[in-house]
């Protein structure tokens, strides 16, 4: 059972590109032009794209927005390219990494299987005599670090021209929210700037159509904003910082000052902390209905359909279309384990009171988690959702405790599913418009920063402020369920750190690696924090607000570091305004 | 790999501070660990180390552990070396892998001008039994690949010298000093008072309760300062943000750990498990705590690398940090006793270089903490030498920045 590609989309408006051939490991594909790299890899069977980082496990397609990184593949030469993000056209190579041989067939995949063995800090007693030998121990572990492989040699970068903008609202998202946020803040007479990481705002109306609560489509609500709205799209916004709204945008390096700030940036996928969630075969429910409404690709015949948001009556109806078959659905909680070697064959489920097993070739997960990087950037307090994820604190208009940032939508905790929901968006937009008539920008507030010793004398300590999170209920998840992706640690080994006496967040952060990955834990805070939550005997902040004492209640999060999303080096390397 | 549970609790134990300690280091980095460490093999019990928010938390968390032993002064290059080899014994000493690795250093040069000052340098590390190598462009390039195709070079100067993981250092002394049971490490908690009588130190105020001492190791670095004035010592010490970013993994591509000094201050290398680390000075940096990261710092960095290493554009950037280095007027530390006040001790105003420094300058304190006669390498650190200078030291007189810029250089 693999993917396959229906005889046309599933969405009417989708018009494939032109078939065009490229090639995987040599083996030529069929794809068609213009579609995303790791959708073609996935309609021609190829399940497992890359390798994760430690213990080489199979991971393909998930979150098809460049998040989650299990897509990443050398792409025409250049190491680590999310594949979710790269079009296809003709002629076009493409390999896995950090595989022995490689990634499709790695013997390292066997270090899975003996992971007891290995905790992340296996090193840390050994290695050590004989001497002579020291320096060649680690030479072989240096031998199996590292993922893609760097070209030496010149090349030909963007060329991004620097651009200051300034503004009186900055929205950080287009989709629904940040699109009904943009329209509010811009009635309000604000001007306003709205980033898009994709590449076209509302993208999601390139598969899915279902109108807002409030009865208007949003391509219309699109269309309507892009008169009265500075629209960038392709744009990622790498940090609000001092200096402004930093963002590179197709071919310009963008700095916005803007009085106000929305941050619209929606939610991620809510996988549930089981064995086996990261294989191959495990889809966020978005992605399902984006590969068969956009490009006809389906990525599985039998589904089991995971959570309790709309996203899964979406997935549910696109798989049912397109002639699947839905063979249960259960929430997180039910869900046990997803079983299968290089990708998902079957699931465990506990249902009505029973284990039960059943042969599936696709998971579908629907639920999905507040995405929190610009509120904990931010230093604001989170709160437990209760059902498993974290959402920040902010007022009923989306005001939060930084004076000047808004939260709206899925990213507030309130994603778009009601007319209230709809009502509470514009909400934040026309409070960011009130605020920002009363306000200079940041950068005239702020003014240029001192050049002399005035910071130390008396001078408030300019330090990252951290947040705390509320209401965390510990969990103890199965010893094998892996938490953090990217650096493959499971529940046993942040136990066993915790066991060792590393309580403290930041040090059993720095001990196992956890959070601190490539995606730089937007998939695994809550998991993580959820397992030590109330474990530590004592908590401490980075920058000295520190909480001491046991309390089950508060947990301190170690400060976010940016960029907010993964940036190439090479993306920022065009010229700038010399700004001093 | 038995380990000592119970201990390490022991150590971090949140509860009440005792009532008395025989020594007070305020600082839980590199400096107040590595000095706990050797005076517990000298016998000393019952110290206690205040730290404000956990272990590394300061710039011993937020540093990239390259350990240089070629310097530019002689004097230095004499502790450097000796700095050095107390790493390469860490790890059989603690019986804990810090992943001390000679991954060699490599300084690019690019004037004319640069090469004859490094040949003289080379000059001089030979004479000292220094192995450097002065390189010719194309062995940079050889040496370094990814620096084809950048702006042209002039040459380089190589050396064996080492990068260590200093997360594992911070274990290591943890682990070590939880086996000794003879100091604790109260975590989140702040210094807010020196209480002082007959011209010395009597206790230690926290905001956590009174310890009674008459012997405190000021380890608090870019707070120093701060924790000085507490104790109304005086020292002229500034601090000054460095930032640094790291990108995802790639595989073994970079074998020597890269520094530059035109037109700006700029380095980086690459870690055992292959990210990159890099950074590009700021050198109109204003003096003051500042531990947040900057867009301008992401922007600076890439620009400079791409331009002199364009290899290293496809890399990712996954995160950015920035840490606070405490910077004299001579960028040398302060390491001694004071006389300003009795029971004083200062192991501060590392000024970039206590990651190597610390572990073996805190042993020469050690042991003249215990009435050794002083070791002629504490001279060149001796706590009060700025005292009636008035100071004068903003960060412009550093050391590197010395180097770079040629036109105003006085090297001594």
Redesign the interface.
Known sequence: MTARRLPAPLHPAARPGEPVSLRWHGRRIAGHAGEPLAVALLAAGEAGISRS?RVHRPRGLMCSTGQCGWCECEVDG???LRSCRVPVRDGLRARSEHGVPDGRRDVLGLVDHVWRLLPP?F???????P?QL??RY?DV???F???????????S?PWRDALEREVDVLVVGGGCAGLLAAEAAAESGASVLLLEAEFEPAAICRWRTPPLPDGRRLEALAASIAARVELRTGATL??L????G?AVAGDV?L?VHARATVVATGSYERLPPVPGIDRPGVIGARTVEWLLGAFGVLPGEEALLVGEADDCAGAEAALIAAGARVVARVTGEQLLAVEGGDRARAVRCFVEGNERWADVDLVVVGDRAASVEAAIAAGLDLEADGRGGIVPHSGRDGSTAVPGLFLAGAAAGRPIDSPAAVEAARTAGRAAAALAGTTSATRAARGP????????AG?A????PASVVHGLQRTSPADEAILCFCEDVRGAELRADQ??????L??LK??TGAL???C?GKYCLPAVLAACAGAA??V?????A?????DDEVTTLPTG???LR???????????SRA? | MSRDVAGLARLLDAGPLPARASLVIVGAGITGLSFARWLSALGLRDMLIVERAYPGAGATGRNVARLRAMQLTEELCHVAVAAQATYDRMGEELGFNVLFYRLGYLWALYEAEEMERMARAVEMHHRLGIDSRLLAPDDVLRLVPVFRGGDPLAGGVVHDDAIVHHDAVVWAHLEHLAATGRVRIASGTNVVGVARGDGGVRAVLTDRGRVETRHVLNAADAWSNALNGLAAVHAPNRPLRREVLVTAPVHRAIDKAVTFYRPTEGWFNQTLRGEVVMGVVDPDEPVGHDQRSSSDFLRRTARLMVRKAPGLADLTVIRQWAGMYDVTPDHLPLVGQTGQLEGWWQANGWSGRGMLLAPYLTRLLAERFMGAEPHPHLALFEPDRFVGTGDAGNGDEDYYARYARPRDATRR
Not at chain 1, 146 to 155: C, F, K, T, W, Y
Not at chain 1, 461 to 464: C, I, N, Q, V, Y
């Open positions: 980082f250049r190491p680590s800090s090193y840390h007693h050994r290695f050590l005599r001497r020291r320096k680690l572990l240096r031998f670090a590292g993922r893609g492989r760097l070209r030496a040699g010149p090349r970068l790498l940090g910082y001092d200096e402004g930093v390096l700095t920063a001192p050049r002399d010793g005035s910071r130390a001078a300590e300019r330090l990252t066991a060792v006496g590393y309580g403290l930041e040090l720095r001990r601190t990955g490539p730089q005997a004592t401490g902040a980075e920058d000295g520190a909480t001491v004492g046991t570091r940016p960029p993964p940036v190439r080096l090479g993306d920022l390397a065009g010229p700038r001093r």
